[in-house]
């Protein structure tokens, strides 16, 4: 496995006039981790639209006997889309952001662990908003990704710095996910914390 890569060693968070030092100070960041190797990708990013859907898994069964039907739930689960814009104020935040896409994207596929068998990619905790959380205790959430899409607003214009090189201004991320419940002790009378989900 090689070195976990930090989702904070990059300059444009220390660019005070930039979109990233701007967002640092505020704490206006998405900060995505991949479980499989630990390596890390931020973005200064506004939020654009959230949903957090819980369904639960029911059946029913119907008897001759029974007025009403048997009705038995299996388990819940959660799913979360999330949209998402990075802005990018110059050459070097654009170029930044770039990468952390590149590198996102690739959370998303298989990797071959060193004793040859397969990981799989895309289970990446997601932390920086406070309706993500899965306890109070906790600033982050387990999620299965199934689905990133990016989008160029090109109506937001282009930076080019050359005439080989051109990043766009604005860019919108949507990502779909599943999230994967907290474990609790076998001692715990819930399979769940008894603060999950945390909205506060």
């Known amino acids: 496995m090689s070195t976990p890569l930090s989702a904070y060693s990059r300059p444009i968070y220390i660019d005070a006039v930039g979109v990233g030092g701007f967002a640092a100070a505020r704490e206006y960041i998405l900060t995505f981790t991949h ?36 009705v038995q739930q299996a388990s819940t689960g959660r799913k979360i889309s999330l949209s998402f814009k990075v802005l990018n104020a110059s050459v070097e935040e654009a170029r930044y952001n770039e990468q952390s896409i590149n590198m996102l994207i690739q959370m998303m596929y298989p990797r071959l ?4 068998e397969v990981g799989i990619g895309s289970f990446i905790s997601i932390s920086g908003f406070n309706l993500l959380k899965d306890s109070s205790t906790k600033k982050s959430t387990k999620c299965l990704v199934s689905n990133i899409n990016y989008s160029l607003n090109v109506d937001e214009g282009f930076i080019t710095p050359n005439a080989e090189e051109c990043h766009p201004v604005s860019i919108t991320i949507d990502l779909s996910a599943e999230a994967i419940l907290p474990k609790t002790s076998k001692d715990s009378p819930s399979p769940l914390s008894s603060n999950y989900p945390s909205y506060l």
């Open 35 to 70: 479980l499989e190797t630990g390596h890390s990708v931020s973005f200064p990013a506004t939020i654009q639209n959230f949903s957090d859907t819980h369904t639960a898994e029911i059946s029913e069964k119907v008897f001759a006997d029974r007025m009403d039907p048997l």
């Open 113 to 116: 662990r060193d004793n040859g």
